[in-house]
């Protein structure tokens, strides 16, 4: 399975951005995928997950301004930032869960995208 990011750059307060992740490869068993962000000098934080059957989860921080979703077929994962503040600015990563077998869980990691908000 590969991630690959997309739709980071810079804003300015207030603003909007939209994140893409792209899966390809045997994305057949993966069952969630996630955004995740990395600040400088910070640890990597969950931002919003969304798994099969679930509805979707969000950091304290960004819920009611960040939406995540998934196409129906699996194979993109989407981000859309809306009201962005300054403490957005990090490297977001997006990851997939990938149920390999019953005993199995394959874990998959995107490049990561920079978002900069500016004020």
């Known amino acids: 399975v590969q991630l690959v990011e997309s739709g980071g750059g810079l804003v300015q307060v207030g603003g909007s951005l939209r994140l893409t992740c792209a899966a390809s490869?045997?994305?057949?068993?993966?069952?969630?995928m996630s955004w995740y962000r990395q600040a400088p000098g910070k640890q990597r934080e969950l931002v919003a997950t969304?798994?099969?059957?679930?509805?979707?989860k969000y950091a304290d921080s960004v819920k009611g301004r960040f939406t995540i979703s998934r196409a129906n077929t699996k194979s993109t994962v989407n981000l859309a930032m809306d009201s962005l503040k300054p403490q957005d600015t990090a490297v977001y990563y997006c990851?997939?869960?990938?149920?390999?077998?019953?005993?199995?869980?394959?874990?998959?990691w995107g490049q990561g995208t920079q978002v900069t908000v500016s004020s």
């Open positions: 490869g045997n994305i057949l068993g993966i069952y969630e």
């Open positions: 990851y997939a869960a990938d149920r390999v077998s019953d005993m199995r869980i394959d874990n998959y």
């Open positions: 969304i798994s099969d059957g679930e509805l979707p």
